[in-house]
Antibody
Framework: EVQLVESGGGLVQPGGSLRLSCAASGLSFSRSWLHWVRQAPGKGLVWVSRIGPDGSATTYADSVKGRFTISRDNAKNTLNLQMNSLRVEDTAVYYC????????WGQGTLVTVSS | DIQMTQSPSTLSASVGDRVTITCRASQSVSISLAWYQQKPGKAPKLLIYMASTLQSGVPSRFSGSGSGTEFTLTISSLQPDDFAAYYC?????????FGQGTKLEIK
């Protein structure tokens, strides 16, 4: 079964850090372009970041540029998102996904930034 | 950056109705356009990519059309399982962007 499973979400204070992970199974992970998409409570979907198959091509939304870092470990079939200098407005469910290339999504992990 | 605008934001319809959701891009995205369905508390589900190609396993009552800046998602005969939120998303260039969503409600 093709599956993406996120982990690492939780409650963090403003200015804090959190590292999300996404474990993949059943897909050609090392050939896949992967993305993080987030959804604030009651709001729409927002694209956050992407990474190419070998990890060399990374892109970020302006809202997270300089604070978030996407990375991957193809040996472990794992995608990561290091989130630093977190803000209240980063509160959201974070999904890892292949988007239109196969339409595979994880179940999401909730990040809450609050004092 | 390319902005995506969906209309309407909310749509009330009945089982059996034919419904259409529109998505407009602020500049051409060619056919690099996908549609997703999302139910409360669940991850989005890919319905259509390349503007009109049905994702495997998606019922044929769903269809997509358009190119350039104007796109439509049509559900030919609404089923109870179709009441959900729908999003369009372009992938012509970064940053990718989603429309704000259309909530399809039972009338």
């Amino acid at each position: 079964e093709v599956q993406l499973v996120e982990s690492g979400g939780g409650l963090v204070q403003p200015g804090g850090s959190l590292r999300l992970s996404c474990a993949a199974s059943g897909l050609s992970f090392s050939r896949s372009w992967l993305h993080w998409v987030r959804q604030a409570p009651g709001k729409g979907l927002v694209w956050v970041s992407r990474i190419g198959p070998d990890g060399s091509a990374t892109t970020y939304a302006d809202s997270v540029k300089g604070r978030f870092t996407i990375s991957r470990d193809n040996a472990k079939n794992t995608l990561n998102l290091q989130m630093n200098s977190l803000r209240v407005e980063d509160t959201a469910v974070y999904y890892c996904t292949t988007l239109q290339a196969g339409g595979i999504w994880g179940q999401g992990t909730l990040v809450t930034v609050s004092s | 950056d390319i902005q995506m605008t969906q209309s309407p934001s909310t749509l009330s319809a009945s089982v059996g109705d034919r419904v259409t959701i529109t998505c407009r891009a602020s500049q051409s995205v060619s056919i690099s356009l996908a549609w997703y369905q999302q139910k409360p508390g669940k991850a989005p589900k890919l319905l259509i990519y390349m503007a009109s190609t049905l994702q495997s396993g998606v019922p044929s009552r769903f269809s997509g059309s358009g190119s350039g800046t104007e796109f439509t998602l049509t559900i030919s005969s609404l089923q109870p399982d179709d009441f959900a939120a729908y999003y369009c998303q372009h992938y012509i260039s970064y940053p990718y962007a989603f429309g704000q969503g259309t909530k399809l409600e039972i009338k």
